[in-house]
């Protein structure tokens, strides 16, 4: 998945705060043609954010602002000495936006020559594509039978620059320690005494139990795809985590997570206020927390863009003044093991409207050996 960091809000402050390097030889534009499923895969990651984008991030239309104004930005700088015209997004033949779309996004360059991060070529192809759809309901680049040129030359590009950048920044990620993790609920950075606590404390022990750490697949999380019950005879409480499915793995095992209601850190206990507070009748899992809420009113209706989600563990180490490369990748199993939980995955994918199918190659796995009070 290709993801939109926070330095895309630094990009987009300016809209005019974008050039672009000298074009290279129009030779050799197309790339060789990726797999199908590659193709599908990249497809349906890029419909996948528009729609996220158009529905909730109220800085959408400054977004698709800015990546229209780069794409025309681009064309009067590549228009002098050449003889045909290069369409206009609004009103150019699908065959001309073919062409010089596979120019574009192999081309352009931010202002100081260096090439855009993947997530933002992203960003920009995203922007582009709502304008067109805006102004031409019928025509969808990404699954337009025409634009194959340019899904093959925007497919080269994304693997080329996610493969660099991959090189340049392969930093060590930092992991969160007992010590920290202690720290974290002791000085109330994690628990239930307010709202960003209690976001805090479910989103760190989400990620933990399911080991889900994309942005994108968080942001993508509603209420349906967690339960959580309490056993009528004990303190227990049990949470149950049903994966989204997708194209690579349609049969993702259902996660079941027991701990004790008692204890302070219990994520059932925690999940169960969390989800209590939330807004009637809304769907998103991860909602901005009030800072001033009324008892009844602890989380808005704003849900929380991947730009949020990405860098909230940083946030949270940044607060308590820990210094490293804190991520989403911070946290792993070791922290459950660390209080009173047990985690199975399921032999068998269920959803919530009770369906279920075998498993493929899933294994029970228990984390509640030598618990620690």
Known sequence: HYFIQSNLRKSMSNDNDMM??????LLNVLAPEPSDASMSSLSEDM?????????????????????VNAYNNWRLARQ???????????????????????????ECKQRDGREYKHQNLYAMVCGISR??????????????????????????????????QATLYNIQVSKISRKQWDYFWEKGLLGDSNPTSLFYAVYTLFISVTGVTSALQLRSMTTR??????????????????????????????IKCTDDGAHPRSFGRLLHLYL?????????????????????EWFSKQPLGQNILRTTVKSICQVAGFE??????SLGRDLLNWDHYEIDHLMQMTT??????????????????????
């Open 131 to 164: 304008y067109i759809r805006k102004n031409r309901p019928t025509l969808n680049i990404l699954d337009d039978v025409g634009m194959k040129d340019f899904k093959v030359s925007l497919y080269d590009v994304m693997k080329r620059l996610q493969s660099k």
């Open 80 to 106: 002098p000495g050449i003889k045909e015209i290069i369409p206009d997004l609004a009103s150019g033949s699908v065959e001309d936006l073919n062409q010089w779309l596979s120019l574009f996004v192999r």
């Open 324 to 329: 490293g490369n804190y991520s989403n990748q």
């Open 276 to 296: 209590s507070r939330l807004p009637p009748y809304f769907s998103d899992l991860w909602v901005r927390p009030n800072p001033n809420p009324d008892p009844h």
């Open 225 to 254: 795809n967690i339960e959580v019950s309490k056993d009528p005879h004990s303190e227990k409480y049990i949470t149950t985590y049903y994966p989204i499915p997708s194209v690579s793995k349609p049969d993702r095992a259902a």
């Open 47 to 67: 419909r996948g954010g528009i729609h996220e984008a158009s529905s909730c991030n109220t800085n959408t239309e400054k977004t698709t602002r800015w990546a």
């Open 352 to 373: 919530r409207d009770g369906d279920s199918r075998p498993g493929q190659n899933i294994k029970r796995e228990v984390t509640s050996g030598e618990m620690l009070s």
């Open 20 to 25: 672009h390097g000298p074009p290279p030889s």
